[in-house]
Nanobody, 121 residues
Framework: QVQLVESGGGLVQPGGSLRLSCAAS????????MGWYRQAPGKQRELVAA???????NYADSVKGRFTISRDNAKNTVYLQMNSLKPEDTAVYYC???????????????WGQGTHVTVSS
């Protein structure tokens, strides 16, 4: 059993900052890519940022220069530092990870439950 648990969402004013965290736990052998997605009301889920096990990163154009993704492999945790937040960043943010379950050779795609981020004055 593997779980991803997110934290750090909330209400913030435009221009403010938030830091999201996502910790993976359970029967984990290894974690490959980790990432953050978001889904705004009435819109499709979209990739925000991703990071490989080696630390290579990829960002959506809309967040480049404002958001930073990082990970702590020892803690099986991925972070998303969000600065200069805009109202259009309002969404439910989901953590995603490609995890090889202990005792198997299979890699599965896991999702967190989502955390709400609201940017409003």
């Amino acid at each position: 059993q593997v779980q991803l648990v997110e934290s750090g969402g909330g209400l913030v004013q435009p221009g403010g900052s938030l830091r999201l965290s996502c910790a993976a736990s359970g029967s984990i052998f290894s974690i490959n890519a980790m990432g953050w997605y978001r889904q705004a009301p009435g819109k499709q889920r979209e990739l925000v940022a991703a990071i490989t096990s080696g630390g290579s990163t990829n960002y959506a154009d809309s967040v480049k220069g404002r958001f930073t993704i990082s990970r702590d492999n020892a803690k099986n945790t991925v972070y998303l530092q969000m600065n200069s937040l805009k109202p259009e960043d309002t969404a439910v943010y989901y953590c995603n990870a490609d995890i090889t379950v202990a005792g198997t050779i299979y890699e599965y795609d896991y999702w967190g439950q989502g955390t709400h981020v609201t940017v409003s004055s």
